[in-house]
T-cell receptor
């Protein structure tokens, strides 16, 4: 079983839709959970991070973590064409561990 | 604006050539990383460094080496390039106490012919 599983999509939605992106993981040691966004021909950039179960909101974006189910989600409300990108989940066990474990990414297209 | 700069955006090399990929960060970060990104395989860690002259193998170090002589610079070396090393290479850096927040460069698309 892979440490992190992420549906690669592609996912295509109309502008204004609510988007749900998901990852599951198997390693109980993961403590910090991140979502990175990668535009075409660019490096990933950190979008959101959280270290606890529950929801964290930032504008149109909500990150949700369920440690008991080993499941994380990113919700995008009122999606815009500028949200079109690949979204990668990432996790780290904390402490002196430097190594993030990434999902393979989900390609999202928001159509005007 | 903080930056991670990779020396080349596109690179074409021949099989067997020695290839150097350079990365410079201006954020005084302790940690630096080299990843490769391939369709269907995602991001895979090649090597990382948590201090000058320190390095640790990632998930796929075979065929690669690294050098970190100065804090701001981290080089990836392909000793003898092969076609299966054709890939997008991404450099990243982070603070020692903020490992979750990686700053990435724009990547180098390497083609080995």
């Amino acid at each position: 079983q892979k440490e992190v599983e992420q549906d690669p999509g592609p996912l295509s939605v109309p502008e204004g839709a609510i988007v749900s992106l998901n990852c599951t993981y198997s390693n109980s040691a993961f403590q910090y959970f991140m979502w990175y966004r990668q535009y075409s021909r660019k490096g990933p950039e950190l979008l959101m991070y959280t270290y606890s179960s529950g929801n964290k909101e930032d504008g149109r974006f909500t990150a949700q973590v369920d440690k008991s189910s080993k499941y994380i989600s990113l919700f995008i409300r009122d999606s815009q064409p500028s949200d079109s990108a690949t979204y990668l989940c990432a996790m780290i066990s904390g402490g002196s561990n430097y190594k993030l474990t990434f999902g393979k990414g989900t390609l999202l297209t928001v159509n005007p | 604006d903080v930056k991670v700069t990779q020396s080349s955006r596109y690179l074409v090399k021949r099989t067997g050539e020695k290839v150097f990929l350079e990365c410079v960060q201006d954020m005084d970060h302790e940690n630096m990383f080299w990843y490769r990104q391939d369709p269907g395989l995602g991001l895979r860690l090649i090597y990382f460094s948590y201090d000058v002259k320190m390095k640790e193998k990632g998930d796929i170090p075979e065929g690669y080496s690294v050098s970190r002589e100065k804090k701001e610079r981290f080089s990836l070396i392909l000793e003898s390039a092969s076609t299966n090393q054709t890939s997008m290479y991404l450099c990243a850096s982070s603070r020692r106490d903020r490992s979750e927040k990686l700053f990435f460069g724009s990547g180098t698309q390497l083609s080995v012919l």
